[in-house]
C-alpha cells in the first residue's frame, strides 16, 4: 500500500510483518537486547531492547527499510517526501541513499540544525516548515497534492511491518519475556509489537509510554477514536504527534494490555539514568518505556521479565545538556537555595565549610545585597551545588536547614517514597 487514501483501516497481520523481516535482514542491524544495570537497584528485571544502536539512530529504519524495498521500483521513479520530526527523515535519508531513492524530508522549524546538516550529508533533501509536526504533514500533503512524489509516513502499513520486527527479534533474543513496553508517538511501533509478539507468545504483556504532556494514544483509547491532541514543547519531543494513525489505532484497538502516561520528570531521570549506568546515548522518546517503571506505574511487573524498548537516540548535544540539568535538578542532585549569610569575613566561610564537610560541590555562588529588604549585616546567597544521589540531597538539606532555618530550596522534593522501587 502506498500513500493512496484507503477508505477503510489497515489492521496490520503477523503475516505482513514476517515478510518485513525477510527484506530488512540484510539492510538494518539486529540490535542487542540486555539486561540493564538499573535492575541491581530495583525491584524489576528490567531488558532494554537497543534500537537507538541502529545506523541512524532510531527503529525507524526498520519500517523505511521495509517500504522502499517492498515499493523499490515505483519510488525510485517517483521519489519519496517524508515529513518527520527527525527519525523517519533520518533513516529515510540514509536508506533512499543506499537504494538508489530519491529523497525529500520535510522537517518543522524548531528541527535541530544538527538533524537538518545530517539528512542532507546522507543525501536527501531538506525543507523546513512549520512548527509542529503536524504543521510539516498538511505543508507535505499540500505541495504534493499532485501525487507526484510517494509520501510515507509511519502509519503507512508496509512502514508499520517494519517496526514489527522489533518484536520479533526481542521474542526470539528473550522468549521468557513477561511484557514490552513500547514508546508511543503515532502508535505505529505500538502496533506492530503488539501484533508481533503476541503472535509468538500469547501470554506477553504489551503497553505503550508516552508523555503526559502529549497523551495522544490515551485520549483516543478514551474516545474510542484518533482525537487531535495538544502538542507543547516537551522532553519526548520525538513522540509528539498530536493525532493517533489509524491503521495503528485499528490494529491496537481492543488488545493492548496496557497505557501508560509518563511525567517529564522521570523522562529526564531516564535519560540520565541510561547514560551513567548503561552508558548509552537515548533521547526523551527513547527512553519513555524505562521512565514508565522508574515512575511506578507498573507495580504488576515487579519480579517479572519486563522488556524495555529504546526506540531512538537522536538528541543534540545541546538539547541532552539541557535535559540532563533538568534530570539533575528534579532527582535532588543539582540543588539551587538561597540562604542569609552575616555580611563579614566569617559568614561565607561558615557556608563553604558546610557545603564541604557534606561532601557536596560547589556549583555556583552568587551574593545579594542590593535587593536584600533585612538588616544591612544580612547578606543572601544563592547557592547551586551537586549531590551524590537523592539519599545524599535529603541528608543535606537537613544538615542545611539545621544550621540555616530560613533557607530556600528552589527544587522539586525529593521522593521518599521512590516510586520506582530503586533502593
Not at 525510485?76 to 517526501?81: C, F, N, P, Q, S
Not at 503515532?186 to 508516552?210: F, I, N, P, Q, R
Not at 504532556?213 to 522532553?235: D, R, W
Not at 521512565?291 to 511487573?301: C, F, I, K, R, S
Amino acid at each position: 500500500m502506498d500513500d493512496q487514501e484507503s477508505g477503510k483501516p489497515h489492521t496490520l497481520s503477523f503475516t505482513e510483518i514476517k515478510q518485513a523481516a525477510e527484506r530488512i535482514e540484510d539492510g538494518i542491524i539486529h540490535t542487542p537486547l540486555c539486561e540493564a544495570k538499573i535492575s541491581k537497584f530495583m525491584d524489576y528485571k528490567i531488558y532494554l531492547k537497543c534500537d537507538n544502536l541502529q545506523y541512524t539512530g532510531s527503529c525507524a529504519e526498520r519500517g523505511i527499510r521495509n517500504a522502499f524495498v517492498a515499493q523499490h521500483d515505483e519510488m525510485a521513479e517517483r521519489g519519496v517526501i517524508v515529513p518527520s520530526n527527525g527519525n523517519m527523515a533520518l533513516g529515510a535519508a540514509y536508506h533512499g541513499c543506499a537504494l538508489g531513492i530519491p529523497v525529500t524530508v520535510v522537517l518543522p522549524d524548531r528541527s535541530p540544525p544538527s538533524q537538518m546538516q545530517r539528512c542532507a550529508e546522507l543525501g536527501a533533501d531538506v525543507v523546513i516548515y512549520g512548527d509542529t509536526l503536524e504543521d510539516t504533514i498538511n505543508y507535505t500533503k499540500k505541495v504534493n497534492r499532485d501525487g507526484k512524489h510517494m509520501m510515507l509516513s509511519s502509519d503507512n502499513p508496509l512502514v508499520m511491518a517494519g517496526f514489527g520486527t522489533l518484536g520479533i527479534e526481542i521474542i526470539t533474543q528473550l522468549p521468557e519475556a513477561d511484557a514490552v513496553i513500547v514508546p508511543v508517538a503515532s502508535g505505529g511501533l505500538l502496533a506492530a509489537t503488539l501484533v508481533a509478539c503476541k503472535k509468538l507468545k500469547c501470554t506477553c504483556l504489551v503497553y505503550g509510554a508516552e508523555s503526559a504532556k502529549v497523551p495522544t494514544m490515551m485520549k483516543a483509547l478514551q474516545a474510542g477514536h484518533p482525537v487531535s491532541v495538544p502538542v507543547v514543547p516537551n522532553l519526548a519531543q520525538g513522540l509528539s504527534a498530536s493525532i493517533v494513525g489509524e491503521n495503528a489505532f485499528a490494529t491496537i484497538k481492543g488488545r493492548l494490555d496496557r497505557m501508560l502516561v509518563v511525567d517529564e520528570a522521570y523522562i529526564a531521570k531516564a535519560v540520565i539514568n541510561v547514560l551513567e549506568r548503561e552508558r548509552l546515548v537515548a533521547d526523551g522518546a527513547g527512553v519513555c518505556a524505562l521512565a514508565a517503571v522508574m515512575q511506578g506505574l507498573v507495580p504488576e511487573l515487579r519480579g517479572k521479565r519486563a522488556v524495555c524498548i529504546i526506540s531512538g537516540g537522536n538528541i543534540d548535544s545541546s538539547r541532552l545538556s539541557r535535559t540532563i540539568q533538568r534530570g539533575l535538578g528534579v532527582s535532588g542532585r543539582l540543588m539551587r537555595f538561597a540562604v542569609a549569610v552575616p555580611d563579614h569575613s566569617k559568614g561565607l566561610e561558615v557556608l563553604a565549610k558546610l557545603i564541604a564537610d557534606e561532601k557536596a560541590v560547589l556549583k555556583s555562588l552568587i551574593t545579594e545585597q542590593m535587593w536584600v529588604h533585612t538588616d544591612v549585616g544580612t547578606t543572601w546567597a544563592n547557592i547551586v551545588v551537586e549531590t551524590g544521589n537523592e539519599e545524599h540531597a535529603a541528608n543535606f538539606k537537613d544538615h542545611l536547614r539545621d544550621l540555616y532555618p530560613t533557607a530556600r530550596f528552589a527544587m522539586l522534593d525529593v521522593d521518599d517514597k521512590r516510586k520506582g522501587g530503586m533502593r
